[in-house]
């Protein structure tokens, strides 16, 4: 079955630093960009970063830009979000993505962050 | 960034009867390779989104033939010819043409 399964959520507070993680299977994940997308409670959807099939090509929301870093292991078949300087206005469900824009997208269960004191 | 505004932002259906919904970009979506990069989402209750339509008009693997994509430039439609009850939630657009993707706000489906 190809299936994407994030975990790492957690209650954190601010300032404080998170990561994401998730697993892909049924498929070569190392032929497809993959994304994090987040959604806060009650909310839309906001895309937050993406990354290239090997690694090497990045980019970030405005929003997110020199706090959090997406990463993968290809051999893992796992995509990462580290995320640090986490704000009040980071809780979201985040939602690791596969091939968003294209024709193979795919989205995971999604992990909750809750950013709180 | 790209600004996507959909309409209406809550949509009531009678079981049976059709349903549409617009979205507008700031800008054309036409990619240099003739492609529309821009798609529809379906995000049922409790669930993580799916993908309905891609690149303006095709529909994904395994969506219903009562889903329709159409549009071109800056404006695009969602057409579902005979609404049933398992088509609500909530609908996004979004644009793919550049980073930062965007989003529209969502439109709410729900069942008269």
């Known amino acids: 079955e190809v299936q994407l399964v994030e975990s790492g959520g957690d209650l954190v507070q601010p300032g404080g630093s998170l990561r994401l993680s998730c697993a892909a299977s049924?498929?070569?994940?190392?032929?497809?960009?993959m994304h994090w997308v987040r959604q806060a409670p009650g909310k839309g959807l906001v895309w937050v970063s993406r990354?290239?099939?090997?690694?090497?090509?990045?980019s970030y929301a405005d929003s997110v830009k020199g706090r959090f870093t997406i990463s993968r292991d290809n051999a893992k078949n796992t995509l990462y979000l580290q995320m640090n300087s986490l704000r009040a206005e980071d809780t979201a469900v985040y939602y690791c993505?596969?091939?968003?824009?294209?024709?193979?997208?795919?989205w995971g269960q999604g992990t909750l962050v809750t950013v709180s004191s | 960034d790209i600004v996507m505004t959909q309409s209406p932002l809550s949509l009531p259906v009678t079981p049976g009867e059709p349903a549409s919904i617009s979205c507008r970009a700031t800008?054309?979506?036409?990619?240099?390779?003739?492609?529309?990069?821009f798609d529809w989402y379906l995000q049922k209750p409790g669930q993580s989104p799916q993908l309905l339509i891609y690149?303006?008009?095709n529909r994904a693997s395994g969506v219903p033939d009562r889903f329709s994509g159409s549009g071109s430039g800056t404006d695009f439609t969602l057409k579902i010819s005979r609404v049933e009850a398992e088509d609500v939630g909530v609908y996004y657009c979004?644009?793919?043409?550049?980073?930062?993707?965007?989003f529209g706000q969502g439109t709410k489906l729900e069942i008269k």
């Open positions: 993505a596969r091939d968003v824009g294209g024709v193979g997208s795919l």
């Open positions: 049924g498929y070569s994940f190392n032929n497809y960009w």
């Open positions: 990354l290239n099939e090997d690694g090497t090509i990045t």
């Open positions: 800008q054309s979506l036409l990619h240099s390779n003739g492609h529309h990069f």
């Open positions: 690149w303006g008009s």
């Open positions: 979004m644009q793919a043409l550049q980073t930062p993707y965007t």
